[in-house]
């Protein structure tokens, strides 16, 4: 699909017609207090959310016993649903609101998109494989997520033809951000990016744009799939700033203390014991 809009909703909810929830309820709660609260996660809308999307139909029907434990989950394809955790934090740092329009590169299985679609008025979500974008799109439509448009396509690009933005998240790493992304934010615009090298530990890592420079902030290590990049795609201040000018990175630089733990899957991170 390309730039399908799925109907805007109050939000996800289980499709109880097809697939009940089945007690489900009880272990999201136990996975917000226990995994997201206790570790520092406080914005109310973000813990809501994470409480309401069924994070048991996102993942293949094998691994839905072990869906709301502390870890990231294979979904196949090489690709990975992130640790809850790490969904919240993203989540958490982009300071989304009810008027918020999202950018996110990497869909996956849409699980990071539900949970946004929770909080902002409109999510554009890009994947490069088809297969991935469409189970994604036929499950947000299952479960009501109505604010959240998919397209396929190569997400170092962004969309140009939707920005500005008023956040970016990828969900993937890299070693440089696209200029691309980093032009399609308003003023004020946040983007969240693991930042690193791949196959080892990565920064998850904040992009505030300040008028013509952007603020930086680094914030905890973690460790995800590796963002496949157009051949154009360059680094920041390179010549490829397609759907927007990138002004210049301005370092300032507010690293957490590391002892939030290290990681050791895809999209995940370890915070604590």
């Known amino acids: 699909m390309s730039g399908e809009p799925l109907l805007r909703g ?7 017609a097809r697939r009940p929830d089945d007690g489900q309820q009880a272990r999201r709660h136990a996975m917000v207090q226990d995994q997201l609260a206790a570790r520092g996660i406080s914005d109310p809308a973000v813990l809501t959310a994470m409480e309401s999307v069924p994070r048991h139909r996102f993942v293949p029907p094998p691994m839905e016993r072990h869906a709301y434990t502390d870890g990231a989950l294979s979904i196949g394809l090489g690709q990975t649903i992130s640790q809850p955790y790490i969904v919240a934090l993203m989540t958490e740092l982009l300071r989304l609101d009810g008027s918020s ?32 974008s469409q189970r994604a799109a036929a499950l947000l439509i299952a479960l009501g997520v109505h604010n959240v448009h998919l397209v396929v396509g190569d997400g170092s690009r962004g969309l140009p033809e939707q920005s500005p933005f008023d956040a970016v998240i ?16 308003t003023e004020g615009g946040r983007l969240v990016v693991p930042i ?26 973690c460790r995800f799939v590796p963002l496949i990049e157009s051949p154009r795609a360059s680094a920041v201040g390179g ?3 397609e759907g927007g000018s990138a002004p210049s990175a301005s370092a300032d630089r507010a690293v957490e203390d590391e002892s939030k733990g290290p990681q050791s899957v895809e999209g995940e991170v370890r915070k604590g014991t």
């Open 10 to 16: 109050d939000g996800p909810r289980p499709d109880d």
């Open 101 to 132: 329009r999202l950018l996110e590169i990497g869909t996956g299985s849409g699980y990071q998109a539900a949970v946004a679609a929770c909080i902002a008025a409109e999510v554009w979500s890009v994947e490069r494989m088809e297969t991935l």
């Open 170 to 185: 990828v969900t993937a790493a890299t070693e440089r951000v696209p200029p691309a992304l980093l032009g399609q934010l």
């Open 196 to 221: 690193g090298p791949i196959g080892h530990t990565q920064t998850l890592t904040v992009f505030v744009r300040h008028g013509d420079g952007f603020q930086v902030r680094e914030d905890i290590p």
């Open 239 to 241: 010549d490829d700033t």
